[in-house]
């Protein structure tokens, strides 16, 4: 029974490494897919190595049990070590104020060098005991009924860290206590079972780094000439990692704007709050323009929109601002609540706003398809891992959907952020353009943002897009003169000047591998 | 040498206004939303090709960030009087939010500043002179920050990039020696 206990200790602490170990890298190298990448290909090459180093230990080894117990001792130890370590081997490796557009490659890098470092060791260490336990209980039981069980109880264990890891020790926890109780754990559990309970007392040692501020907190923060960056909450969800930062004055001591930032932060928010102010700049002051285009500046009928990936909210100050007077209502669809409850407590809305918006928690292609026939418009601003952009939520299926729930007229305006300059003219941006004008026809506009890497682009379903002209004459008062800025004709691009690509379907999307490359290359 | 002194004098008038406001010489104020702008920008289309025009055309544009409206107003200005500071200073200003271009930046403001520092100006242009010095010498030295950032960039990404390598060629060693390893024999009554 110990020796399934082992096995299933060994395969829990494994598994849950994997995901933990994404988890405690993702402050400073993100989580995009190539971390996860790197981190999955380093477990399972640390796991294979780990088996054939354990069976040959097995073959040569007198005292097999005691081997075990001091693998995971051990592990258990390495472990602690790396938490120890790891943040100022980050520290080391990253530069101070990094873009976004230049981190792809040194998180490439640095992740698989990190999961070599700090995760391979106690992996490997884990893997070789299940062969050692075979060899145990071989002896009393035949090596295929031993080899089974230890199997059985190593998966049944690795499982369980799994999900165990992720639904419940990171959220109610946080990722470094989980991992510092895990490698505790592990040297408790070597000590008991190599009837050294004297030793117990190591499993202390991982416990130590404990003491200090967690030093993720403050890892990739953004910036700001003159200002200082105060981290006001952080929070880990089923997710990812979320951070509430307020940029303040050098000085002040209070106030300043206010940014939700996702895993490695650096330069870039996924909601943006201006203390007193309703436009918090940059791309979400464009989405301002999806109600002109909807024609929505005349009349005073009821309006309803649905904003994806709605975070904090930031674009629907904008968007009330030019509705002015109009009735309207809104559904924010968001997939993380943890998103939504630092918003609310963080990044509030104006007054009013919140009222007439209604939150919703899940995956926005699938919410949407509850969505009545006739929105006025859609916002779509959903990414994940930073910067990558759903797969599901490219496709010029998913837009066939959304133009089916919007009226004749109604827009959909969908921010893009690209790794450059260059990355509007074809790329991944290319490709959604594509599919857009599938869906949509050639009712389609690309913007410009002023002094930014990202664009947005608007389609309109079943009727063209009012000509700039008659843009620049629906402009209400008090829109951000960057707003104009963006919609002069050299910032705006449609028709044959649209950038090109072949569109992602459902069936044949390579939108990850696309901007992988993007990214990877704008870091050069 | 009269354009050159109604250029001038269209600069240097404004000039005051910047000193006053810190805002870019030729400009009329910064608008102060996007329908402002959009009108001034409509009422500046069919201003002709002079130098004051495409001095408000920048002047407008650029603040807003309209780069490729800017970037015309400053191609024409440019044409007009290649060798004028004032364009001069826009050019770099202007190319000063392009990535590509900082090396080419910053060796453009300090050709720009060599060349100010052997001009002997009249007083009326002194003002204009030591304004446009000024502007290069703050542009310089933002300049000169970033590629300190880009060059601690360029290190980390080297570092990353060999990383992989070096913690394999580690994990190699350690496997190496553990390799050497041989467990001892169990101690009696030991499982």
Redesign the interface.
């Known amino acids: 029974m110990s020796a399934l206990l082992a096995a299933a200790l060994a395969g829990f602490a494994a598994l849950s490494l994997e995901i933990l170990g994404v988890r405690w890298l993702a402050p400073w190298f993100g989580a995009t897919s190539l971390v996860w990448s790197n981190q999955i290909g380093v477990v399972l090459l640390a796991l294979a190595a780990g088996a054939a180093w354990g069976g040959r230990l097995a073959r040569r080894s007198p005292a097999p049990w005691r081997i075990a117990a001091r693998l995971l001792a051990a592990a258990g130890l390495l472990l602690g070590l790396g938490i120890l370590l790891l943040p100022r081997f980050c520290t080391w490796l990253l530069p101070p104020a990094l873009h976004l557009d230049e981190a792809a490659g040194i998180a490439l890098g640095g992740s698989l060098g990190a999961a070599l470092l700090f995760f391979a060791p106690p992996v490997l260490l884990l893997a070789m005991v299940a062969p050692l336990l075979v060899e145990i209980r071989a002896a009393a039981r035949g090596a295929g009924r031993a080899a089974g069980e230890i199997s059985a109880a190593g998966t049944l264990g690795s499982l369980l860290g799994v999900f165990a890891s992720t639904y419940l020790a990171v959220p109610l926890l946080g990722t470094r206590l989980t991992l510092a109780l895990l490698a505790a754990a592990l040297v408790a559990a070597g000590a008991i079972l190599a009837a050294r309970p004297r030793h117990s007392s190591l499993a202390l040692l991982p416990l130590l780094p404990l003491l200090g501020d967690d030093p993720a907190r403050l890892a990739n923060l953004p910036r700001l000439d003159g200002h200082e960056s105060i981290v006001l909450a952080v929070r880990e969800s089923p997710l990812q990692r979320l951070r509430v930062v307020e940029l303040r004055a050098s000085g002040a001591a209070a106030g300043g704007e206010r940014w939700l930032q996702m895993n490695e932060g650096l330069d870039s928010y996924q909601s943006r709050w201006l203390p007193g102010s309703a436009w918090p700049g940059g791309y979400y002051d464009l989405f301002a323009l999806a109600p002109l285009y909807a024609g929505l500046e005349l009349g005073d009928g009821a309006c309803e929109f649905w904003s994806l990936g709605h975070a904090a909210g930031s674009a629907l100050g904008p968007v009330a601002a030019v509705l002015g007077e109009r009735p309207w209502q809104a559904v924010g669809v968001e997939l993380d609540a943890a998103a939504l409850e630092l918003g609310q407590r963080w990044l509030p809305l104006a007054p009013g706003l919140a009222e007439r918006t209604e939150l919703r928690v899940g995956d926005a292609r699938l919410l949407l398809r509850g969505a009545p026939p006739d929105l006025d418009f859609v916002l779509l601003d959903a990414y994940a891992a930073q910067f990558e952009i759903p797969a599901h939520l490219a496709t010029v299926e998913f837009f066939q959907e959304v133009a089916g729930h919007l009226r004749p007229g109604g827009v959909l305006a969908v921010n893009l952020g690209t790794s450059s300059r260059a990355g509007t003219r074809g790329g991944p941006v290319g490709a959604i353009v594509a599919g857009l004008r599938e869906a949509f026809g050639d009712h389609v506009r690309l913007h410009e943002v002023p002094f930014s890497r990202n664009v947005v682009v608007f389609a309109r379903h079943q009727a063209p897009l009012p000509g700039l002209d008659e843009l620049w004459a629906a402009m209400p008062a008090g829109v951000p003169r960057f707003v104009g800025g963006a919609c002069l004709s050299g910032q705006v691009f449609e028709g044959e000047a649209l950038p090109a690509g072949l569109p992602y379907c459902d069936d044949r999307n390579p939108v990850a591998i696309e901007q992988a490359r993007e990214w990877l290359g704008a870091g050069r | 040498m009269r354009g050159a002194t109604r250029r001038c004098r269209a600069t240097g008038a404004a000039v005051a206004l910047a000193l006053l406001g810190g805002a870019l010489p030729g400009q009329a104020g910064?608008?102060?939303?996007?329908?402002?702008?959009?009108e001034r920008?409509?009422d500046l289309a069919g201003a002709g090709p002079s130098w004051e025009a495409n001095l408000a055309r920048f002047n407008l544009?650029y603040?807003?960030?309209?780069?490729?409206?800017a970037?015309?107003a400053l191609d024409a200005l440019s044409r007009l009087a290649p060798a004028d500071p004032t364009a001069r200073y826009y050019r770099l200003e202007l190319n000063s939010?392009d990535?590509g271009l900082l090396e080419q930046s910053r060796a453009g403001a300090a050709r720009f500043l060599a060349a100010q520092a052997a001009v002997e100006s009249d007083p009326e242009t002194e003002v204009l002179r030591r304004w446009l010095v000024a502007q290069v010498e703050r542009l310089d030295h933002g300049l000169s920050i970033e590629q300190l950032?880009r060059s601690?960039?360029a290190?980390?990404?080297i570092?990353?990039?060999?990383?992989?390598l070096?913690?394999?060629g580690?994990?190699a060693l350690?496997?190496w020696a553990a390799?050497r390893w041989?467990?001892?024999?169990?101690?009696p009554g030991?499982?």
Do not use: K
Request: with cysteine; net charge positive.
């Open positions: 910064v608008p102060a939303d996007a329908r402002e702008f959009l920008q409509r544009a603040p807003c960030g309209a780069m490729a409206e970037r015309e939010h990535a950032r601690e960039v290190a980390s990404s570092r990353a990039r060999w990383l992989p070096g913690a394999a580690v994990l350690a496997a390799a041989r467990p001892r024999a169990a101690a030991a499982s």
